[in-house]
Nanobody, 125 residues
Framework: QVQLVESGGGLVQAGASLRLSCAAS????????MAWFRQDPGKEREFVAAMRWSGDSTYYADSVKGRFTISRDNAKNTVYLQMNSLKPLDTAVYFC??????????????????WGQGTQVTVSS
């Protein structure tokens, strides 16, 4: 079992920055993928960014590439999502996810079994 707890959401103005954290506990193997997804009410949950506990490869949705950065602190079992130049379109509940996922499916929400409770990010114009 893997437990994930997100934090760091909030209300900010367009152009501001936020850093989300996802603290993981339980069976966090090095080959597990860690990902961020987001969901706006009435919309599908969409992929934002992903990486693994080991290795340097990162994956981003086109909509956030160049603005968001995913990173990890293995000692703290924590994954971060640094979000810069936020836009109103970034408003959503952000979820952390984890599981054994190969590179082909790392952007697919159905590939992840473990999810956090979500943290709200609201960007005002």
């Amino acid at each position: 079992q893997v437990q994930l707890v997100e934090s760091g959401g909030g209300l900010v103005q367009a152009g501001a920055s936020l850093r989300l954290s996802c603290a993981a506990s339980g069976r966090t193997f090095s080959y597990y993928a860690m990902a961020w997804f987001r969901q706006d009410p009435g919309k599908e949950r969409e992929f934002v960014a992903a990486m693994r506990w080991s290795g340097d490869s990162t994956y981003y949705a086109d909509s956030v590439k160049g603005r968001f950065t995913i990173s990890r602190d293995n000692a703290k079992n924590t994954v971060y999502l640094q979000m810069n130049s936020l836009k109103p379109l970034d408003t959503a509940v952000y979820f952390c996810a984890s599981d054994v996922v190969d590179n082909t499916n790392i952007r697919e929400r159905w590939g992840y079994k473990y999810w956090g409770q979500g943290t709200q990010v609201t960007v005002s114009s």
